[in-house]
């Protein structure tokens, strides 16, 4: 029988990245008040670079591990099933609050009406809030495995939270005037991420054997796969600057592979 792995080395740093990585929206707000023109051509090339270091690390790493940890069919079978979770999350979220569709990160124009910017931006700090805490088991999970890449998946994560916090934090501050309230908000929907490690080392830890957490890394594996297709590639090219898109993508996967092959 396999015996438990030992991970109280990795245990603060895992924590330490998760917390990171999700509080990275605090920067996003940052972003808005004190930059009023954001170069969206470093967004998009930054946004490609987290998608290109999410999806290398799924295919080239999580997964093949994973299917030689526990065979074909069940790691397959965590990879579609954290692909299926993450969508039928991303389902249930309104399509107007949903933080792939995002909206006015230009000043928006004085006739919008207050209220409806707050619950805008309320309603999109809920979503990512929720789309969050998958990222957060995600960079946890893989810390735990491998303090490398769990370093690598933590900033691929904080980059396409800083956009995030700049849709949480701008109609809310136009609805508000508030800079303090619009930080605030745009803050607490990166805390989800933190509170997904910590639910993933309460229920998991009795379980994190290498065999089960190489499935783990699959299921996580899917959810990253299904982040960057659906949500960080889509968002990129928003920003109309599709060569840089395809530049960080390439640029990821590359820091990816020298990383990994000096493992």
């Known amino acids: 029988m396999e015996s438990v792995m ?37 967004l998009s ?13 799924s295919f080239m790493e999580f997964l093949p591990d994973a299917l030689e940890a526990v065979g074909e069919f069940w790691g397959l079978a965590g990879f579609f099933i954290g692909i299926a979770t993450i969508g039928i999350i991303d389902l249930l979220v309104p399509e107007p609050e949903n933080p792939h569709h995002y909206e006015g990160l230009d000043a928006p124009t004085a ?20 789309h969050n805490f998958p990222e957060g088991l995600a960079t946890f999970t893989s810390t735990l495995s491998d303090v490398r890449l769990g370093i690598f998946i933590a900033i691929a994560i904080a980059i396409h939270n800083i956009p995030e916090g700049i849709a949480v934090s701008v109609p809310i501050f136009y609805a508000t005037s508030n800079k303090n309230k619009a930080f605030f908000y745009s803050f607490l929907s990166g805390v989800s991420e933190p509170i997904g490690a910590v639910v993933g080392y309460l229920i998991l830890l009795p379980f994190l054997t290498p ?39 390439v640029a990821g996967m590359l820091i ?6 000096m493992l």
């Open 211 to 249: 065999t089960f957490l190489a499935a783990v890394l699959a299921f996580i594996a899917g959810v990253m796969v299904y982040i960057s297709l659906d949500e960080l590639l889509p968002m990129a090219h928003r920003y109309g600057h599709g060569h840089l898109v395809i530049a960080g993508i």
């Open 111 to 130: 006739a919008r009406e207050s209220n409806n910017l707050m619950r805008t931006g309320l309603l999109t700090a809920l979503a990512i809030g929720i």
């Open 6 to 42: 030992p991970l109280s080395a990795n245990l603060s740093v895992a924590f330490g990245l998760t917390v990171f990585a999700g509080l990275s929206t605090g920067i996003g707000s940052a972003i808005a008040y004190f930059i009023k023109k954001p170069r969206v051509a470093y």
């Open 256 to 261: 990816m592979a020298i990383s990994l092959l």
């Open 45 to 57: 090339f930054s946004l490609g670079l987290s998608a290109g270091v999410m999806i290398y690390i």
